[in-house]
C-alpha cells in the first residue's frame, strides 16, 4: 500500500531552468493538492484539483503549473524555477467519506534548491 | 473564508511536562478538525480528527476536543517524552463551505528536553 509517492526527495536546479514534480497516489482520492513549506510560513497551498480534468489555484500559485489527467497522478511543473521557489514541496490527497471525513494523505516531499 | 491560527512556537519542554498546544479556527460551514505531526524530514501524518461538536479525538496518548462554541481545538497530552518533538499542524476541513482541501494553521514546534 503506497500511499502518496513523491519524486524526487531532493533536487537542484539553476535560476530558470524547468522541471517536474511527480506526485502519485493509489488510493482512488477525488482531491489533490500541493503545498510548500517554509520556515515560519507552514503550509502554503499552491494548486489543487477536485477530480481528474479540475484544477485550481490555492494561495500562491504564481510559477507553477499542474495539470490532472488521470485520478492518479497529479504532477506540478516549475516553468522556470527563480531563487524564490526553494522550498520543500507537498502532495497530498484526501477524500470524502462518511461523517464529512476528509483526512489527508501526505507523500514524503520534495527538497528543491534553486541556485 | 477558512482559517486556522494555533499558538506560535517553538514549545520548549522538559520530559513528562504537560502539553497544550492551542489552536482556534473560523469556518463558513461546519468543518471538520484535524492534528497532524511532522517527524524531522518527513511528511505530515495524521495525529488525531474530530468531525462534529464535543467530539474528542485521541492517539498516541494525545487528546483534542472540538469546541464548537470557542471555536476551538486544543492538543494536549499529560506527559510529554523526548520522541513527541516534532511539529504539529492544526487543520481543517469545511466541504459543507466549499473546501475540499485542508487549511493548515503554521505549525507549532515542540521540543521536548530528557
Known amino acids: 500500500n503506497a500511499g502518496v509517492t513523491q519524486t524526487p526527495k531532493f533536487q537542484v536546479l539553476k535560476t530558470g531552468q524547468s522541471m517536474t514534480l511527480q506526485c502519485a497516489q493509489d488510493?482512488?482520492?477525488?482531491?489533490m493538492s500541493w503545498y510548500r513549506q517554509d520556515p515560519g510560513m507552514g503550509l502554503r497551498l499552491i494548486h489543487y484539483?477536485?477530480?481528474?480534468?479540475?484544477?485550481d489555484q490555492g494561495e500562491v500559485p504564481n510559477g507553477y503549473n499542474v495539470s490532472r489527467s488521470t485520478t492518479e497522478d497529479f504532477p506540478l511543473r516549475l516553468l522556470s524555477a527563480a531563487p524564490s521557489q526553494t522550498s520543500v514541496y507537498f502532495c497530498?490527497?484526501?477524500?470524502?467519506?462518511?461523517?464529512?471525513?476528509?483526512?489527508?494523505?501526505f507523500g514524503q516531499g520534495t527538497r528543491l534548491t534553486v541556485v | 473564508g477558512d482559517s486556522v491560527t494555533q499558538m506560535e512556537g517553538p514549545v520548549t519542554l522538559s520530559e513528562e511536562a504537560f502539553l497544550t498546544i492551542n489552536c482556534t479556527y473560523t469556518a463558513t460551514g461546519y468543518p471538520s478538525l484535524f492534528w497532524y505531526v511532522q517527524y524531522p524530514g518527513e511528511g505530515l501524518q495524521l495525529l488525531l480528527k474530530a468531525t462534529k461538536a464535543d467530539d474528542k479525538g485521541s492517539n498516541k496518548g494525545f487528546e483534542a476536543t472540538y469546541r464548537k462554541e470557542t471555536t476551538s481545538f486544543h492538543l494536549e497530552k499529560g506527559s510529554v517524552q523526548v520522541s513527541d518533538s516534532a511539529v504539529y499542524f492544526c487543520a481543517l476541513s469545511d466541504p459543507g463551505g466549499g473546501s475540499y482541501i485542508p487549511t493548515f494553521g503554521r505549525g507549532t514546534s515542540l521540543i521536548v528536553h530528557p
Open positions: 497530498a490527497s484526501s477524500y470524502i467519506g462518511q461523517g464529512r471525513n476528509t483526512e489527508a494523505f
Open positions: 484539483s477536485v477530480g481528474a480534468g479540475i484544477t
Open positions: 488510493m482512488n482520492h477525488e482531491y
